[in-house]
Protein backbone atom coordinates (compact mmCIF):
# COMPACT_ATOMS: atom_id res chain seq x y z
CA UNK A 1 0.00 0.00 0.00
CA UNK A 2 1.09 3.23 -0.98
CA UNK A 3 -0.24 6.19 1.18
CA UNK A 4 0.00 9.98 2.57
CA UNK A 5 -1.15 10.69 6.10
CA UNK A 6 -2.54 13.72 6.67
CA UNK A 7 -2.34 14.67 10.08
CA UNK A 8 -4.21 18.13 11.32
CA UNK A 9 -2.41 18.61 14.86
CA UNK A 10 -5.10 21.47 15.28
CA UNK A 11 -8.28 18.91 15.10
CA UNK A 12 -9.08 17.75 18.67
CA UNK A 13 -8.64 19.10 22.33
CA UNK A 14 -5.10 17.85 22.56
CA UNK A 15 -1.67 17.36 20.66
CA UNK A 16 -2.15 13.49 19.45
CA UNK A 17 1.11 13.82 17.49
CA UNK A 18 3.12 11.20 19.36
CA UNK A 19 0.27 8.80 18.41
CA UNK A 20 0.21 9.46 15.25
CA UNK A 21 3.82 9.12 14.58
CA UNK A 22 3.16 5.62 16.56
CA UNK A 23 0.75 4.97 13.67
CA UNK A 24 3.06 5.76 11.27
CA UNK A 25 5.86 3.51 12.31
CA UNK A 26 3.30 0.46 12.51
CA UNK A 27 1.70 1.54 8.73
CA UNK A 28 5.82 1.17 7.89
CA UNK A 29 6.36 -1.70 9.59
CA UNK A 30 3.97 -3.92 7.76
CA UNK A 31 5.32 -3.22 4.36
CA UNK A 32 3.10 0.23 3.68
CA UNK A 33 4.83 3.02 1.84
CA UNK A 34 3.59 5.92 3.42
CA UNK A 35 4.31 9.52 4.15
CA UNK A 36 3.11 12.03 6.73
CA UNK A 37 2.23 15.65 6.00
CA UNK A 38 1.16 18.21 8.18
CA UNK A 39 -2.17 20.50 7.33
CA UNK A 40 -5.04 21.74 9.15
CA UNK A 41 -5.81 24.41 6.56
CA UNK A 42 -9.47 22.74 4.41
CA UNK A 43 -7.69 23.80 1.43
CA UNK A 44 -4.13 22.84 2.14
CA UNK A 45 -5.68 19.47 3.41
CA UNK A 46 -7.22 19.27 -0.44
CA UNK A 47 -4.12 20.49 -2.27
CA UNK A 48 -2.85 17.30 -0.31
CA UNK A 49 -5.09 14.78 -1.59
CA UNK A 50 -5.47 15.88 -4.73
CA UNK A 51 -1.83 15.28 -4.93
CA UNK A 52 -2.07 11.72 -3.34
CA UNK A 53 -4.56 10.71 -6.28
CA UNK A 54 -2.67 12.19 -8.79
CA UNK A 55 0.81 10.57 -8.03
CA UNK A 56 -1.78 6.82 -7.76
CA UNK A 57 -1.75 6.33 -3.88
CA UNK A 58 -3.78 3.96 -3.15
CA UNK A 59 -4.99 5.39 0.28
CA UNK A 60 -5.36 9.09 1.86
CA UNK A 61 -5.05 7.94 5.44
CA UNK A 62 -6.72 11.00 7.52
CA UNK A 63 -5.62 12.03 11.30
CA UNK A 64 -7.79 14.54 11.74
CA UNK A 65 -11.55 15.21 12.91
CA UNK A 66 -14.65 15.03 10.40
CA UNK A 67 -14.04 19.00 8.83
CA UNK A 68 -10.66 17.47 7.93
CA UNK A 69 -12.50 14.49 6.37
CA UNK A 70 -14.74 16.64 4.75
CA UNK A 71 -11.54 18.31 2.80
CA UNK A 72 -9.91 15.43 1.84
CA UNK A 73 -13.07 13.82 0.20
CA UNK A 74 -13.00 16.81 -2.25
CA UNK A 75 -10.10 15.10 -3.70
CA UNK A 76 -11.17 11.35 -3.48
CA UNK A 77 -14.46 11.37 -4.48
CA UNK A 78 -14.93 9.43 -8.48
CA UNK A 79 -11.11 8.01 -7.78
CA UNK A 80 -9.61 4.83 -7.10
CA UNK A 81 -7.74 6.21 -3.82
CA UNK A 82 -9.62 4.84 -0.65
CA UNK A 83 -10.07 6.95 2.20
CA UNK A 84 -8.64 5.71 5.83
CA UNK A 85 -9.32 7.48 9.13
CA UNK A 86 -7.69 7.80 12.45
CA UNK A 87 -9.93 9.46 14.69
CA UNK A 88 -7.97 12.92 16.43
CA UNK A 89 -10.80 14.86 16.20
CA UNK A 90 -13.36 16.27 18.60
CA UNK A 91 -16.19 14.25 17.74
CA UNK A 92 -15.26 11.90 15.26
CA UNK A 93 -18.67 11.47 13.53
CA UNK A 94 -17.64 9.37 10.84
CA UNK A 95 -15.13 6.93 12.87
CA UNK A 96 -18.34 6.22 14.81
CA UNK A 97 -20.82 5.99 12.44
CA UNK A 98 -18.11 3.10 10.41
CA UNK A 99 -17.40 1.64 13.63
CA UNK A 100 -13.56 2.72 13.65
CA UNK A 101 -12.16 2.29 17.03
CA UNK A 102 -11.40 6.08 18.60
CA UNK A 103 -8.34 4.53 19.87
CA UNK A 104 -5.63 5.46 17.33
CA UNK A 105 -3.65 2.20 18.24
CA UNK A 106 -6.63 -0.04 17.49
CA UNK A 107 -7.73 2.49 14.43
CA UNK A 108 -4.08 1.92 12.58
CA UNK A 109 -5.25 -1.71 13.36
CA UNK A 110 -7.88 -1.29 10.71
CA UNK A 111 -6.20 0.52 8.13
CA UNK A 112 -4.17 -3.04 8.62
CA UNK A 113 -6.88 -5.63 8.50
CA UNK A 114 -9.94 -3.63 7.53
CA UNK A 115 -11.76 -4.19 3.79
CA UNK A 116 -12.56 -1.58 1.24
CA UNK A 117 -15.83 -0.36 0.48
CA UNK A 118 -17.82 1.46 -1.94
CA UNK A 119 -19.87 3.99 -0.37
CA UNK A 120 -22.29 7.59 -1.64
CA UNK A 121 -21.56 10.88 -0.98
CA UNK A 122 -24.00 13.68 -0.51
CA UNK A 123 -23.49 17.00 -2.39
CA UNK A 124 -24.27 20.05 -1.55
CA UNK A 125 -24.90 22.37 -4.60
CA UNK A 126 -20.69 21.99 -5.80
CA UNK A 127 -19.48 20.28 -2.45
CA UNK A 128 -19.58 17.02 -1.38
CA UNK A 129 -20.38 15.86 2.27
CA UNK A 130 -19.73 12.22 3.89
CA UNK A 131 -22.69 12.25 6.35
CA UNK A 132 -25.24 14.85 7.11
CA UNK A 133 -25.85 18.10 5.29
CA UNK A 134 -28.29 20.51 6.96
CA UNK A 135 -30.22 24.17 7.26
CA UNK A 136 -31.33 25.75 9.90
CA UNK A 137 -31.08 25.40 13.80
CA UNK A 138 -27.83 23.03 14.10
CA UNK A 139 -26.12 25.10 11.47
CA UNK A 140 -26.80 28.24 13.45
CA UNK A 141 -24.77 26.40 15.96
CA UNK A 142 -22.35 25.14 14.15
CA UNK A 143 -21.63 28.66 12.67
CA UNK A 144 -21.27 30.03 16.00
CA UNK A 145 -18.69 27.89 17.36
CA UNK A 146 -15.42 29.11 16.91
CA UNK A 147 -12.50 26.92 16.32
CA UNK A 148 -10.78 27.70 19.16
CA UNK A 149 -14.06 27.63 21.52
CA UNK A 150 -13.88 24.49 20.26
CA UNK A 151 -10.64 23.04 20.62
CA UNK A 152 -10.56 24.39 24.30
CA UNK A 153 -14.35 23.25 25.50
CA UNK A 154 -15.18 20.20 23.47
CA UNK A 155 -18.72 19.10 23.03
CA UNK A 156 -19.56 21.51 25.63
CA UNK A 157 -19.04 24.59 23.20
CA UNK A 158 -22.30 22.72 21.16
CA UNK A 159 -23.86 23.17 23.83
CA UNK A 160 -23.52 26.76 24.83
CA UNK A 161 -23.88 27.72 21.55
CA UNK A 162 -27.34 25.94 21.16
CA UNK A 163 -29.10 27.51 24.30
CA UNK A 164 -27.68 30.71 23.21
CA UNK A 165 -29.67 30.18 19.40
CA UNK A 166 -32.12 28.19 20.78
CA UNK A 167 -33.09 31.38 22.88
CA UNK A 168 -33.45 33.40 19.34
CA UNK A 169 -34.84 30.56 17.21
CA UNK A 170 -38.01 31.60 15.11
CA UNK A 171 -38.75 29.12 11.95
CA UNK A 172 -38.66 30.03 8.43
CA UNK A 173 -40.88 30.01 5.52
CA UNK A 174 -39.50 27.09 3.46
CA UNK A 175 -39.81 25.85 0.62
CA UNK A 176 -38.65 21.84 -0.28
CA UNK A 177 -38.50 19.99 -3.62
CA UNK A 178 -37.73 16.21 -2.83
CA UNK A 179 -37.89 14.15 -5.76
CA UNK A 180 -40.04 16.95 -7.67
CA UNK A 181 -42.66 17.05 -4.59
CA UNK A 182 -43.19 20.21 -3.40
CA UNK A 183 -44.07 21.52 -0.21
CA UNK A 184 -44.34 24.71 2.01
CA UNK A 185 -43.94 24.80 5.76
CA UNK A 186 -42.28 27.08 8.56
CA UNK A 187 -38.94 25.21 8.93
CA UNK A 188 -36.54 25.02 12.18
CA UNK A 189 -34.13 22.87 10.59
CA UNK A 190 -33.97 20.02 7.65
CA UNK A 191 -31.42 17.57 7.93
CA UNK A 192 -29.97 15.19 5.10
CA UNK A 193 -28.49 12.12 6.25
CA UNK A 194 -26.12 9.92 4.28
CA UNK A 195 -25.73 7.62 7.43
CA UNK A 196 -28.21 6.50 10.27
CA UNK A 197 -26.60 8.34 13.37
CA UNK A 198 -26.63 11.98 13.55
CA UNK A 199 -23.54 13.77 15.73
CA UNK A 200 -22.47 10.05 15.72
CA UNK A 201 -24.89 9.18 18.44
CA UNK A 202 -28.30 9.95 17.94
CA UNK A 203 -30.20 7.06 15.65
CA UNK A 204 -32.08 9.60 13.19
CA UNK A 205 -32.08 7.85 10.15
CA UNK A 206 -32.37 3.74 11.32
CA UNK A 207 -33.59 2.96 7.65
CA UNK A 208 -30.32 5.00 5.93
CA UNK A 209 -27.60 3.09 4.08
CA UNK A 210 -24.49 4.73 2.93
CA UNK A 211 -24.64 2.93 0.12
CA UNK A 212 -28.18 3.32 -1.26
CA UNK A 213 -28.01 6.05 -3.49
CA UNK A 214 -30.42 7.84 -1.55
CA UNK A 215 -30.37 10.70 1.37
CA UNK A 216 -32.98 10.22 4.22
CA UNK A 217 -34.35 14.05 4.60
CA UNK A 218 -35.71 15.15 7.67
CA UNK A 219 -37.93 18.00 8.07
CA UNK A 220 -38.69 19.73 11.94
CA UNK A 221 -41.57 22.10 11.08
CA UNK A 222 -41.96 24.81 13.90
CA UNK A 223 -41.99 28.67 15.29
CA UNK A 224 -39.86 28.45 18.18
CA UNK A 225 -37.74 27.44 20.95
CA UNK A 226 -41.15 25.15 22.62
CA UNK A 227 -40.99 23.10 18.98
CA UNK A 228 -37.66 22.80 18.53
CA UNK A 229 -37.56 21.30 22.31
CA UNK A 230 -39.94 18.77 21.16
CA UNK A 231 -37.73 17.65 18.46
CA UNK A 232 -35.18 16.85 20.71
CA UNK A 233 -37.39 14.99 23.21
CA UNK A 234 -38.49 12.92 20.43
CA UNK A 235 -35.37 12.16 18.31
CA UNK A 236 -33.68 11.28 21.86
CA UNK A 237 -36.61 8.68 22.53
CA UNK A 238 -36.12 7.57 18.72
CA UNK A 239 -40.40 8.51 17.66
CA UNK A 240 -39.44 11.12 15.87
CA UNK A 241 -41.15 9.59 12.71
CA UNK A 242 -44.64 9.69 14.58
CA UNK A 243 -44.16 13.30 14.89
CA UNK A 244 -47.05 15.14 13.43
CA UNK A 245 -44.63 18.10 12.83
CA UNK A 246 -41.98 16.48 11.34
CA UNK A 247 -41.95 14.87 7.52
CA UNK A 248 -39.82 12.21 6.10
CA UNK A 249 -38.26 12.37 2.49
CA UNK A 250 -35.82 9.15 0.92
CA UNK A 251 -35.31 10.78 -2.60
CA UNK A 252 -32.02 11.36 -4.22
CA UNK A 253 -32.54 15.09 -4.37
CA UNK A 254 -34.02 17.67 -2.49
CA UNK A 255 -33.89 21.48 -2.95
CA UNK A 256 -34.05 24.17 -0.25
CA UNK A 257 -35.45 27.65 -0.84
CA UNK A 258 -36.22 30.29 2.35
CA UNK A 259 -37.66 33.23 2.58
CA UNK A 260 -35.04 34.72 4.37
CA UNK A 261 -31.37 32.68 4.30
CA UNK A 262 -31.39 30.14 6.57
CA UNK A 263 -27.75 28.83 7.24
CA UNK A 264 -25.95 25.80 5.82
CA UNK A 265 -23.74 23.13 7.37
CA UNK A 266 -21.66 20.10 6.31
CA UNK A 267 -20.41 17.34 7.92
CA UNK A 268 -20.30 19.56 11.19
CA UNK A 269 -18.83 22.91 9.56
CA UNK A 270 -20.50 25.73 8.53
CA UNK A 271 -20.55 26.04 4.63
CA UNK A 272 -23.06 28.86 3.80
CA UNK A 273 -26.88 29.52 3.20
CA UNK A 274 -29.54 28.68 1.20
CA UNK A 275 -30.89 28.39 -1.50
CA UNK A 276 -29.03 24.76 -1.41
CA UNK A 277 -29.66 21.57 -3.14
CA UNK A 278 -28.68 18.61 -1.50
CA UNK A 279 -28.37 15.45 -3.96
CA UNK A 280 -26.81 11.65 -3.43
CA UNK A 281 -23.84 10.55 -5.37
CA UNK A 282 -24.17 7.12 -5.82
CA UNK A 283 -20.73 5.05 -5.22
CA UNK A 284 -18.16 7.76 -5.10
CA UNK A 285 -16.06 6.93 -2.49
CA UNK A 286 -13.75 4.18 -1.42
CA UNK A 287 -13.18 3.78 2.32
CA UNK A 288 -11.42 1.22 4.51
CA UNK A 289 -13.24 -0.30 7.44
CA UNK A 290 -13.26 -2.58 9.72
CA UNK A 291 -13.76 -6.45 8.73
CA UNK A 292 -17.05 -8.13 9.44
CA UNK A 293 -21.22 -7.04 9.05
CA UNK A 294 -21.58 -3.66 7.86
CA UNK A 295 -25.55 -2.31 8.93
CA UNK A 296 -24.53 0.41 7.90
CA UNK A 297 -24.26 -0.66 4.52
CA UNK A 298 -26.56 -2.41 1.82
CA UNK A 299 -23.80 -4.76 0.39
CA UNK A 300 -21.42 -6.73 2.73
CA UNK A 301 -18.64 -7.46 -0.19
CA UNK A 302 -15.88 -5.43 0.01
CA UNK A 303 -14.66 -3.66 -3.24
CA UNK A 304 -11.44 -4.57 -4.04
CA UNK A 305 -12.02 -2.94 -7.96
Not at 116 to 127: E, P, T, V, Y
Not at 140 to 147: D, F, K, N
Amino acid sequence: MRALLIHNSRSGQRDRTGEVTEAMASLIAAGWEAEVAMASAPEEVERLAHMAVERGDDAVVVAGGDGTLNATIQALAHQPTALGVLPTGTTNVWAREMGIPMNVAAATQVLLTGEIARIDLGQANHRYFLFVASAGFDASVTRGVGARTKRRLGMLAYIITAVSEGLRLRGKETTIVADGRISQQRVLMIAANNVRLYGGVLKMSPDAYADDGLLDVWVFRGRGLFAATVHVVNVLLGRHSRDSGTDYYRCARVVVQSRSPLPVQLDGDYYGTTPVAFQAVPSALRIIIPQGPHPQLRKSTSDEG
